[in-house]
């Protein structure tokens, strides 16, 4: 167990819809990262959060937009589903905004599939 | 940007030993990861390289060149359980906002009796 938690585990929802994917980092971790993982893909890295403030942003559709709370958990939005949004999505912390010796944490992903 | 390769699948035998390599292109270096990946299941940290040379930890050893821009993972003594994906991933230096992993597509490593 990494200390990472994320809901809901399993989603399934219909093209068009939206849906919020929550992560409670690690206790102590100021530093929210959001992956995606399509099937037989990598991760790709959508968005990183740290204490609250967007730090870093990669392959994120503009459908899609996550925030990180006072209380550091986070949340990502994705609207107007479709069908090839159906992935693994996971989020990640760690206890620092930078450094290459800052190993990142990660939940058990939420499964999200769009019908 | 960065480039990250590493073979899509392998296949050994239990009880061997099974390298895994992966190259890498990047503008700012500041460490390679190593991470496990069971299928459905989220990604464990196994290894961190910043500097030149070898890193063991118990069956799993990790080495890294910079100046080559090359790492493998060596794993020993394999078990079945050593199904899994493992995952390369460079953390760029330049990317002063924060610690943003990049990862290769990862390498199916599959252990046969």
């Known amino acids: 167990d990494s200390g990472v938690t994320q809901t809901p585990k399993h989603l399934i929802t219909a093209t068009g819809q939206r849906v919020t994917l929550r992560c409670s980092p690690r206790s102590g971790d100021l530093s929210v990262y959001w992956y995606q993982q399509s099937l037989d893909q990598g991760l790709q890295f959508l968005i990183q959060?740290?204490?609250?403030?967007?730090?870093a942003k990669g392959n994120i559709l503009e459908r899609f937009s996550a925030q990180q709370f006072p209380d550091l958990h986070s949340e990502l939005n994705l609207s107007s589903l479709e069908l090839g949004d159906s992935a693994l999505y996971f989020c990640a912390s760690s206890d620092q905004t930078g450094g290459g010796g800052n190993t990142i944490y990660f939940g058990e992903g939420s499964w999200l599939t769009v019908v | 940007g960065q480039n990250i390769d590493q073979p899509t699948e392998m296949t050994a035998t239990e009880g061997a030993i099974v390298q895994i390599n992966c190259t890498y292109q990047?503008?700012?270096?500041?460490?390679l990861f190593w991470y496990q990946q069971h299928a459905g299941e989220a990604p464990t940290f196994l290894s961190y390289?910043?500097?030149?040379g070898l890193e063991e930890k118990g069956r799993f050893s990790s080495f890294l060149s910079r100046s080559k821009g090359y790492s493998y993972l060596l794993l020993k003594e394999l078990q079945m359980k050593d199904s899994a994906s493992y995952l390369c991933a460079v953390s760029d230096q330049n990317n002063n906002a924060g610690n943003m992993l990049t990862f290769g597509g990862g390498t199916r490593l599959m252990v046969k009796p």
């Open positions: 959060y740290y204490n609250g403030e967007e730090r």
């Open positions: 390289n910043v500097l030149d």
């Open positions: 990047t503008s700012g270096f500041n460490g």
